[in-house]
């Protein structure tokens, strides 16, 4: 008996068929049946079917002699099925990587529960991916079972059928069948969410929504769309009959009111003509099943269709001026930061104030950070603030730091009179520099990747930048800080503007080369790391060649599981992905687990390298940094020649790399279990990759920066020159 029933109701997705049947039968978790139902499909649906079957005994084909409809088509499939869960997969949507082992470890861990519910990422026919907006309601339900009393915001979610897996047994006890007609998975979910006893969840993104440009039922004008009032019949009396969840009534009745005007006011669901009439209709359910007080963004319903449609339109017109409204404001703090500066160039500057931003205005990090500090304790008169971007990131600084909010009065106070400005990204357009002020520019590192001006050949890459106007913002650059050579010709190339470039070594990593054994001892206790273990740093980049710049290289869990006991394997995604659907893609399930640690909310990566003892990268700019510890590194890149293709590097790193390559997961995991990462080989290409990049990094960057630039102390080496050519390498310098 397999795990897992999938009953696939298929009708006219010949397009979509086989990459919804390849993404089940190509899970690394094989314990399971496909029912797949052809609902009479006119197209080549059928024959793709007993395609699959005649390859795969784990797939059998229902040809139903009549269309019948998706619910009932889900229905014929039912009686098939023999696995322990049921899981109900729409034939244009497809499962992501690893999902049923993640359901399945689920399942077992919480002694299979009535109903599992997980999380699913929205795919746009454009080629966007949005992850659901209440993934939080799984990630907040804990880590047992509970029932939808005990945990109600279970039902805020997306109420469909294909979010779910189902015990089999819950199912055949309580009888449940869908009902024909549009919205079927309503009085489908309702009654099983509230009659299940033991509800689990799962926040792991196990399922890509399709949103298709044409073809999907909901999205078709129709009279069918009155189906709706229906389905809610039989949801209350499901109710009716069951008195112990009479008091569901009232919420049920909110539903079934925001429901209704939902359909009513999506453009494309009801005829025009008809719309009138849905609402009446919709009125008079709404009165039926009233039993409590009216929310007050349902009342609408207690009035005529006329008075819905005036108030309908006064909130077009409201969210129009509002829309309109903050443009205007815009527009003015722009023009009044300007004013601001005008006003006050003539007051002179503060010889004795620094303004401090890092990554957006993102908090006290990087390379400002650093500068930060060692001006705090070297120049204590120089008074520094910090720039953030809202209230919520101020509450996250450390005690004592001194701060503005973006844009707020006291913003344009400070960065009016201030006399050096510190960031390791451009400032906003509207800061206007004034004669006197000093801007330094620390970076974010050494590029490997193609950067500003750099980017204007690879138009898939500089997507969502302008060039343009980056370069007009680093313009204001008085001082460019590199750590390398490589460096330097860099930011000389892609930012060609008037700076002058200073040989300081990188502030941020003055910490790497001064790390003392007992300073990852301490960060290993404080993420609660075991005693002894060998730590895996994993740190991938972004793909400028897939929309949303993320993409499973390598499958964590059987990494984790490779590396074995005494390891401990911490993963930390880019920064752009931290809020993006990549976590939900199975990293936070896992780290939930006990199975890795994601350590993608850590403010400062820094920390993290002091803690372990390998890197595993492809092309972050993290390796460069990294080498300052002089510990192994290894790079996986068995997509380069995509990454490079699309955005673009200055050398073939996968020739001069820090230590090993690999460009296959076999490759990788048998690198680890032989022990190969950390032999000779792996320390000479690190030697030479460190003589290379880490040639201005002695741990004394932040000093100099604050004694040269802001002390006007004159050191005994020179830390600005010409450009030099680049070292032997295979890089875009080397010709020139």
């Excluded at 429901?259 to 719309?275: A, F, M, T, W, Y």
């Excluded at 722009?334 to 205005?361: C, I, K, M, N």
Aim: aromatic letters at 10%; a neutral charge; charged letters at 25%.
């Amino acid at each position: 008996m397999p795990r897992f029933s999938i009953i696939v109701p298929v009708f006219k997705v010949q397009g979509f068929l086989r990459e919804c049947l390849d993404s089940v039968l190509e899970q690394s978790y094989t314990d399971l049946e496909v029912i797949a139902v052809d609902d009479c499909s006119p197209d080549g649906c059928g024959a793709i079917l007993d395609g699959y079957a005649a390859r795969d005994p784990r797939v059998r084909v229902l040809h139903l002699p009549e269309n019948v409809g998706l619910g009932r088509a889900r229905n014929a499939g039912m009686p098939y099925a023999t696995g322990d869960f049921l899981f109900f997969l729409d034939s244009d949507d497809t499962l992501t990587p690893g999902a049923l082992r993640a359901m399945a470890d689920r399942l077992d861990e919480t002694a299979d529960p009535d109903v599992l519910v997980f999380d699913y990422a929205r795919t746009y026919w454009w080629g966007g991916t949005r992850r659901n907006a209440l993934a939080r309601v799984l990630a907040e339900a804990g880590d047992g079972t509970f029932t939808a009393a005990g945990h109600p915001e279970i039902l805020e979610l997306l109420m469909v059928v294909w979010n779910k897996v189902y015990r089999r047994e819950f199912v055949l006890r309580e009888g449940f069948a869908f009902p024909p007609g549009y919205y079927e998975d309503t009085p489908w979910t309702f009654p099983v969410m509230l009659s299940a006893e033991r509800i689990a969840a799962l926040d792991r993104i196990c399922l890509n929504y399709r949103q298709r440009r044409q073809g999907n039922i909901l999205s078709t004008t129709s009279r069918k769309h009155f189906d709706i009032h229906d389905q809610y019949e039989r949801v209350f009396a499901f109710v009716d009959s069951r008195p112990a969840l009479a008091s569901w009534r009232p919420y049920l009745h909110r539903k079934m009111g925001e429901h209704c005007l939902d359909i009513l006011s999506k453009p494309d669901r009801l005829p025009e003509s008809d719309k009138g009439e849905f609402f009446r209709l919709t009125a008079a359910h709404f009165r039926k099943h009233r039993s409590g007080p009216v929310p007050p963004e349902l009342r609408v319903l207690e009035g005529g269709f006329a008075r819905y449609r005036v108030r309908r339109q006064a909130g077009r017109l409201g969210r129009e001026l509002g829309r309109r409204g903050q443009q205007a404001r815009r527009a003015a703090v722009t023009r009044a930061q300007r004013g601001w500066s005008a006003v006050h160039e003539h007051r002179s500057l503060d010889p004795d104030l620094a303004v401090y931003s890092a990554f957006s205005h993102r908090g006290v990090l990087g390379d400002p950070a650093a500068v930060y500090e060692k001006a705090r304790e070297i120049a204590p008169r120089i008074r520094g603030v910090w720039v953030v971007r809202d209230e919520e990131q101020a509450a996250l600084l450390p005690p004592g730091v001194e701060h503005v909010l973006l844009d707020s009065p006291r913003y344009r106070q400070v960065t009016a009179r201030a006399t050096y400005f510190v960031n390791n990204v451009n400032w906003p357009g509207a800061l206007v520099k004034r004669p006197g002020t000093v801007h330094i520019h620390t970076h974010q590192g050494t590029p490997l990747k193609y950067m500003a001006a750099d980017l204007l050949d690879k138009p898939g890459a500089r997507h969502g930048f302008d060039v343009p106007q980056m370069l007009r913002r680093a313009d204001r650059w008085d001082y460019s800080l590199v750590a390398n050579r490589h460096s330097e010709l860099v930011w000389d190339r892609a930012y060609p503007c008037h700076f002058t470039s200073l040989r300081t070594g990188s502030p941020r990593n003055d910490v790497l080369v001064r790390a003392r054994p007992e300073d990852g001892a301490a960060i290993r206790a404080r993420l609660g790391i075991p005693a002894g273990n060998q730590v895996v740093l994993y740190a991938p980049t972004r793909r400028d060649y897939i929309r949303g710049g993320h993409i499973d290289r390598i499958d964590l869990a059987r990494f984790a599981d490779d590396l074995g006991e005494g390891h401990t394997l911490v993963v930390r995604l880019h920064p752009s992905l931290a809020e993006g659907h990549a976590r939900g893609m199975g990293l936070a399930e896992l780290d939930r687990r006990g199975v890795l640690l994601d350590a993608t909310d850590e403010p400062r990566v820094e920390d993290l390298m002091l803690a372990s003892d390998v890197l595993v990268t492809d092309y972050s700019a993290l390796m460069f940094d990294y080498a300052n510890l002089d510990r192994p590194i290894v790079l996986h890149t068995d997509d380069w020649g995509a990454y490079a293709a699309s955005r673009g590097a200055y050398f073939d790193i996968t020739a001069d790399a820090p230590g090993h390559v690999t460009a296959s997961y076999r490759e990788l995991a048998w690198l680890f279990a032989s022990g190969a990462w950390q032999d000779a080989d792996a320390a000479r290409l690190r030697a030479g990759f460190r003589t290379r990049f880490c040639e201005f990094d002695d741990g004394r960057a932040a000093e100099r920066v604050v004694r040269t630039l802001m002390l006007g102390e004159k050191l005994d080496e020179p830390l600005s020159t010409v450009p030099v050519p680049a070292q032997a390498g295979h890089d875009v310098f080397a010709s020139s």
